[in-house]
C-alpha cells in the first residue's frame, strides 16, 4: 500500500485518520454539552454563544487558522501558557491540525447533535423524573439514548469535515511532510510539484473512498439506532 | 395518609388558586379544559413550582413557598399516568416496568411486579416495544410502570381521554381494581361526569382556576347547587343498590332505598353492592304511583328542594332515606304539577348506568 501510494502519501492519509478521529472524540463531549446548551436552556448571551460555534462555518478557513495562530501559537499568550503549564504545543504539529480541524467541525457537529435534542419529547424526561430518577440519570437512560442518532450523525459529519480540512490547517499547522502534511495538504502539495499528478490521483481516490465509507457506516448505524430508539 | 394541596400560581392571563384535601380513596380534579386541574397535579408532582402554597402528604411536606421546601421531582414518590403514556420507546414493555427500580438502585420486586402485570393483564406484553402496542395497551402499561415506582401517591391525568369508549371500557375496571386494592390516596383529573361518577369517592370541582365545589362524591353529584359547575347535561345523581336476583329475562334486579330497579347487562354477584348513576335529564317525575307505563324503574322519595337556574329547567333533588335521585325537569311542569319541598313523588327512571364495585362512599 504504502509503495502505491508512496512513502509521503500514505504518511499523509494515515496523519489525516489520526488528526480526524482525535478531533472527533475530543469534540464530541464538548459538542453534546453546548448543543444541550443551545437547545434546552435559555441565558443572556445565548446568541453569542450561537455566533461564535457558527463563526468557523462562515470565516473563510484561512481567517480561522490565523486566529488560531494568533491565541495559541508558541508565543502567543494561551499558546505559552499552555507550553509552560502542560507541555503542550499545538501550532505546527499533528495536535494542532487535530484542534484545526475539530474547530472547523464543530459547528456541523453541533447543529446535528441539537436537532436530536430538539426532538426529544421532554414529556419523556419528566416522565422518568417522577419514576425517581435524579437529573443526570434522566440524562444517562432517557434522553443519551434518543440522541444516539443525532450525535452518530454529528460525530460522521465531524469526521468527514475533519478529513478534508485544508485551509485552517495549513494556516495554522502549515504541511511539514511526515509531521502536519495532511491528506488535503499532500495532494495540493502534489499538484504543485511537475509529474507528480498520478500521486496526486492516487490520493484523491482514497479521499473519495475514505468519505464514501464513512457516509455508508453512518447510514447504516443511524438506521439501526433510529429503529431501536423508535420501538421498533 | 392525606393529601393537602394548597396552591396560588399566576399565567398569563389565568390565575390558579386552590386549597383542597385529598384523603384516602379516589380524589377527582373535575372541571371543563382550562380550569387549572393539569397544573395542580403538575405542582403536586414538582413539574410546576407554583409562586406560593403549600403540599404535603401525609406528614411529608413536598412544597413550602414560606419555609423555602421544594422537595425534587425524583424524590417525591409518585407514580404519574400521564394522559399521553409517554412510555420510553428505546425500551421494552418490561424496561419501562422496571425503569424506576432500576433508577432508583432497588432490585426489582418480582412479587408485585407479577401481581402488578397480571392486574393490568399485560403479561403478554413484557417484550414487545412501546411503538407496537395498542392505545389501552400502553396506557395500561403506563399504570403499571407508576404501581412498580412504589409510589405513596398515584396521579392519574385524564388517563383515558385519548381513548376511544371501548378502551376505556377495557381500562375502566383496571382502575376500580387499582382503587380498591392499592390503598393509596389517588389523585384523578377527568372532564367526564361518568368516569368520576364510577371512580371518585371525594371530588373537587375547578373553576377558572378556583375550587367551587368540594366533598364525597355522591353528596356533590346529588347537590342542585353543584349543577352549574358540573353542567346541565351531566347533572345526576348516584344511588346504591343491593343484586338481589337475576331474572330469566336477562335483567338483574337491584334493590335500592326507593324501591327495585330492573337493569341488563349488570355484572357482579348476588349481594353486591353497585352504584348506578341515574341522569337527571332522564328521570321523569309523578305524583302518583304510575300504572300502564312501559318504564320498569319506579323509586319513591320525598322532595328536598326545588332549585331553578337561569333557563328553563328546575332541578329537584329526591331523597329516599340516606341517599339522593336528582331530576330535571321544565319550570312549566313543576308548577303545573304545584311541586312543593316536603311532597311525596315518584321518580320514573328512563335509563340508568351501572358503576360496578363499592367505592365505599
Known sequence: MSGWLGEEGWAAV?????????????????????????????????????????????????????????????????????????????????????????????????????????????????AAATLGAPRWRVFMTVTLPLILPGILTGAVLAFAKAMGEFGATITFVSAIPGRTQTLPSAIYGFLQVPGAETQALRLVIVSVAVAMGALVVSEVLARRVSKRVAGQ | MTLEVQLRHQFEGFNLDVDFIAPKGVTALFGKSGAGKTSVVQAVAGLLRPDAGRIALGGTCLFDSAAGIDLPVHRRRLGYVFQDARLFPHMSVSGNLRYAARVQGRAVDQKEEARVVEMLGIGGLLARRPAGLSGGERQRVAIGRALLAAPELLLLDEPLAALDEARKAEILPYLERLR??????????????????RLATTLVVLKEGRVVQAGPTSDILS??????????????????????????????????????????????????????????????????????????????????????????GVMVRIACEEEHVLARITRRSAAAMGLAEGDEIYAIVKSVSVAQGDIGG
Open chain 1, 14 to 126: 494515515l496523519l489525516s485518520l489520526k488528526v480526524s478521529v482525535w478531533a472527533t472524540v475530543l469534540s464530541l463531549p464538548v459538542g453534546i454539552a453546548v448543543a444541550w446548551l443551545l437547545a434546552r436552556k435559555e441565558f443572556a448571551g445565548k446568541q453569542i454563544v450561537n455566533g461564535i460555534v457558527h463563526l468557523p462555518l462562515i470565516l473563510p478557513p484561512v481567517v480561522t487558522g490565523y486566529l488560531l495562530l494568533l491565541v495559541l501559537g508558541r508565543r502567543a499568550p494561551v499558546g505559552a501558557f499552555l507550553e509552560q503549564t502542560f507541555g503542550l504545543v499545538l501550532a505546527f504539529r499533528w495536535t494542532g491540525a487535530a484542534l484545526a480541524a475539530a474547530v472547523m467541525a464543530f459547528p456541523l457537529m453541533v447543529r446535528a447533535i441539537r436537532l436530536a435534542f430538539e426532538a426529544v419529547d421532554p414529556g419523556l424526561e419528566d
Open chain 2, 223 to 312: 347537590d342542585p347547587e353543584a349543577v352549574p359547575a358540573l353542567g346541565v347535561r351531566h347533572a345526576g345523581a348516584v344511588i346504591r343498590g343491593r343484586l338481589v336476583a337475576r331474572h330469566e329475562d336477562g335483567l338483574a334486579e337491584l334493590q335500592t332505598c326507593g324501591g327495585a330497579l330492573f337493569l341488563p347487562g349488570v355484572g357482579g354477584e348476588i349481594g353486591d353492592i353497585l352504584r348506578v348513576r341515574i341522569r337527571a335529564q332522564d328521570v321523569i317525575l309523578s305524583r302518583e304511583k304510575p300504572a300502564g307505563l312501559s318504564a320498569l324503574n319506579i323509586l319513591k322519595g320525598r322532595i328536598v328542594s326545588l332549585r331553578s337556574g337561569e333557563g328553563p
Open chain 2, 180 to 197: 380498591d386494592e392499592a390503598g393509596l390516596p389517588i389523585l384523578l383529573v377527568s372532564h367526564a361526569v361518568s368516569e368520576v361518577a
